[in-house]
Each structure stands twice: as C-alpha cells, then as structure tokens.
Nanobody, 125 residues
Framework: QVQLVESGGGLVQAGDSLRLSCAAS????????MAWFRQAPGKEREFVAF?????????DYAASVKGRFAISRDNAKNTVYLQMNSLKPEDTAVYYC?????????????????WGQGTQVTVSS
C-alpha cells in the first residue's frame, strides 16, 4: 500500500513555471513506477508524464507537454516531482500523481492502483 499527497499547485500566469510534488508514504516507494495525470473541467483525465521505478528513472511524456515539463523522483525523500515550465492556459487542470508496482501501459489510468487527491493548477492568459 502507498498513500500519495500532491502539493505545489496554484494560480500562475502564462509563461510562468510551477513545481508540483507528490509525497508518498508506505512501503517500498522505490519499487513503484510513478506518473502524473491531469483532468481539466469537463474533460477526461489524461496522461502527462511517467518515471520508472529504477535508479535510471526512464521517463515519458505526453506530446502536449514534452519539452516543457520534467518529471523526476527522489527515492530518499519518497517524492516525485513535476517541473512545469512555459505554462499555457490549456495546462489548467487538477493534477494527480499515481503509482503502480506492475508492468502495464504507462499512459492508461487503469495501470495505476494508487492515486492522490490532486492539486489544482490554474494558468491565466
């Protein structure tokens, strides 16, 4: 079991940066692959970024955020981060972190057994 708590959301202007954090509690955080998803009002939850469990930490991104967002993890702190640069109004959403201990498509919601409550990010134009 792992519990996830996101933080770092807020209201920013277009072009600004923001860093989200996801603190995990429970056992064996380093054995979980982690991801960020987001859900805008009236839209389905969508994949944003992924980082694998191992020390190499291979990553993957949605096309809409590639080159602007960066996911990282600190296993010593049981925390995963999402650095968001050059934010756009269309990035406005509730951002969720998720964890999985299995091997499944990284961009699918049902690949992840554990979810946080989300943190709101609002980007004004």
């Amino acid at each position: 079991q792992v519990q996830l708590v996101e933080s770092g959301g807020g209201l920013v202007q277009a072009g600004d940066s923001l860093r989200l954090s996801c603190a995990a509690s429970g056992r064996s955080f380093s054995s979980y692959a982690m991801a960020w998803f987001r859900q805008a009002p009236g839209k389905e939850r969508e994949f944003v970024a992924f980082i694998s469990w191992n020390t190499v930490g291979s990553t993957d991104y949605a096309a809409s955020v590639k080159g602007r967002f960066a996911i990282s993890r600190d296993n010593a702190k049981n925390t995963v981060y999402l650095q968001m640069n050059s934010l756009k109004p269309e990035d406005t959403a509730v951002y969720y972190c998720a964890a999985t201990s299995g091997y499944a498509p990284r961009d699918r919601l049902n690949s992840y057994a554990y979810w946080g409550q989300g943190t709101q990010v609002t980007v004004s134009s």
